[in-house]
């Protein structure tokens, strides 16, 4: 079963966006699917629970999505009336993708060693 990336981009209302705050924010999730119409009802599915919860919880660290060995503390909430529209990008992972323990160590599903680079 493939896995994927799936980034979704708020763009943020530039009459709403405070001083010094980014125009788009992203949340990004790896999951997946046995076929494409499970990836675009995963899409629809995400973008309503962000309506339901009338905002979006993300993290302003860039870094924090590139090493999935740091604990992401440092998130917010942006409410619905400050975003404008949503888009939703997908990218097939190809190899294993580590996971994070229960100890919060970064593992492969295989018990491989994980490479640091």
Not at 9 to 25: G, L, M, S
Not at 49 to 74: H, P
Request: aromatic share 8%; charged share 20%.
């Amino acid at each position: 079963m493939p896995e994927y990336l799936i980034t979704f981009t708020a763009y943020i209302d530039a009459r709403k966006r405070p001083e010094n705050f980014p125009r788009v924010i992203q949340d990004k999730v790896v999951a997946s699917f046995d076929s494409g119409l499970l990836l675009v009802d995963f899409v629809n599915k995400r973008v309503a629970v962000y309506a339901q919860n009338q905002g979006m919880g993300v993290t302003l660290d860039q870094d924090l999505i590139e090493d999935l060995s740091i604990i992401d503390t440092n998130r917010i909430w942006v409410p619905m009336h400050m975003i404008t529209h949503f888009t939703a990008t997908y990218k097939t992972i190809t190899g294993e993708m580590p996971q994070i323990s229960a100890l919060g160590l970064t593992e492969m599903p295989s018990g491989k060693e994980v490479v640091k680079h």
